[in-house]
């Protein structure tokens, strides 16, 4: 219960062990906590009290309010810095989910113009497309779309058929890490908010219509082209962050 007598203000405690029952997980991902009414009669406090202690769990967006319906507790978000490469399973398992990977999609296909520009081969070259669902505790939270050359496409599609049946999560930058023939020296990338459409809703489970973020990503081994590579994040759940530098002449 809350004490009385303490000099931190009651709802700054309440605040305080609604945060700590979040994070302990006695309140789970997406669960809608008691309403106000309910807080107020089981910790003996004004309902003002409950609401500035649930506007405290708010600011530390651990929850969040729906107009008209409740608190609920936000999604774990997904964390990945941009100054480096993190592997897929390390970025979901640093959240104590369970990874995994599936190759949904494999097909050998035929260069179009702008295929053919971007991984510097001739318009009617034979390219390989992999599609990849990568998701956390059986969630799907990024689909791939990834475009190679046949003999690089021939490759990862094995790779990526062998550790899909074998239950292994894995994202195409595993491969190069094994490779010595196609090993990549930098990866060029833009990063955009897009809407979900009738492909890309259907592949991650939501409705049509919501927030992702689209990473599109140039895989290169010196200047030769390794991989064109479109991924989709769930927008509510997957962000990116980087440390900048400063310099002031």
Do not use: C
Not at 63 to 71: C, E, F, R, S, Y
Not at 146 to 168: A, C, D, P, Q, R
Request: net charge negative; charged share 25%; glycine share 6%.
């Amino acid at each position: 219960m809350l004490e009385r007598n303490n000099l931190v203000p009651l709802y700054e405690q309440l605040g305080n062990k609604i945060m700590e029952q979040i994070r302990s997980g006695e309140w789970e991902s997406g669960e809608q906590l008691p309403s106000e009414k309910e807080l107020a009669e089981k910790y003996k406090v004004s309902r003002i009290t409950v609401r500035q202690a649930l506007a405290m769990a708010e600011r530390s967006q651990l929850v969040k309010k729906v107009q008209g319906i409740g608190t609920f507790v936000n999604q774990k978000t997904i964390a990945q810095r941009l100054e480096s490469i993190t592997s897929f399973q390390t970025t979901i398992e640093q959240l104590g989910l369970i990874a995994s990977t599936k190759l949904i999609k494999y097909l050998e296909i035929t260069s179009n113009i702008q295929l053919s520009r971007l991984l510097n081969l001739n318009i009617m070259d034979r390219i390989v497309n992999i599609q990849l669902l990568g998701s956390g505790d059986n969630t799907p939270v990024v689909y791939y779309n990834s475009y190679f050359s046949h003999e690089l496409g021939i490759l990862m599609g094995e790779f990526s058929k062998k550790n899909t049946e074998n239950g292994k999560p894995f994202s195409t930058m595993d491969f190069y890490k094994e490779t010595n023939d196609f090993k990549p020296t930098h990866v060029e990338q833009t990063f955009e908010a897009v809407l979900s459409n009738n492909d890309t809703a259907s592949k991650l489970e939501i409705p049509i219509g919501e927030p992702l973020l689209k990473v599109t990503s140039m895989v290169y081994k010196d200047e030769e082209p390794l991989e064109f590579k479109e991924a989709f994040y769930k927008g509510d759940i997957y962000k990116f962050f980087v440390t900048r530098r400063l310099h002031f002449e």
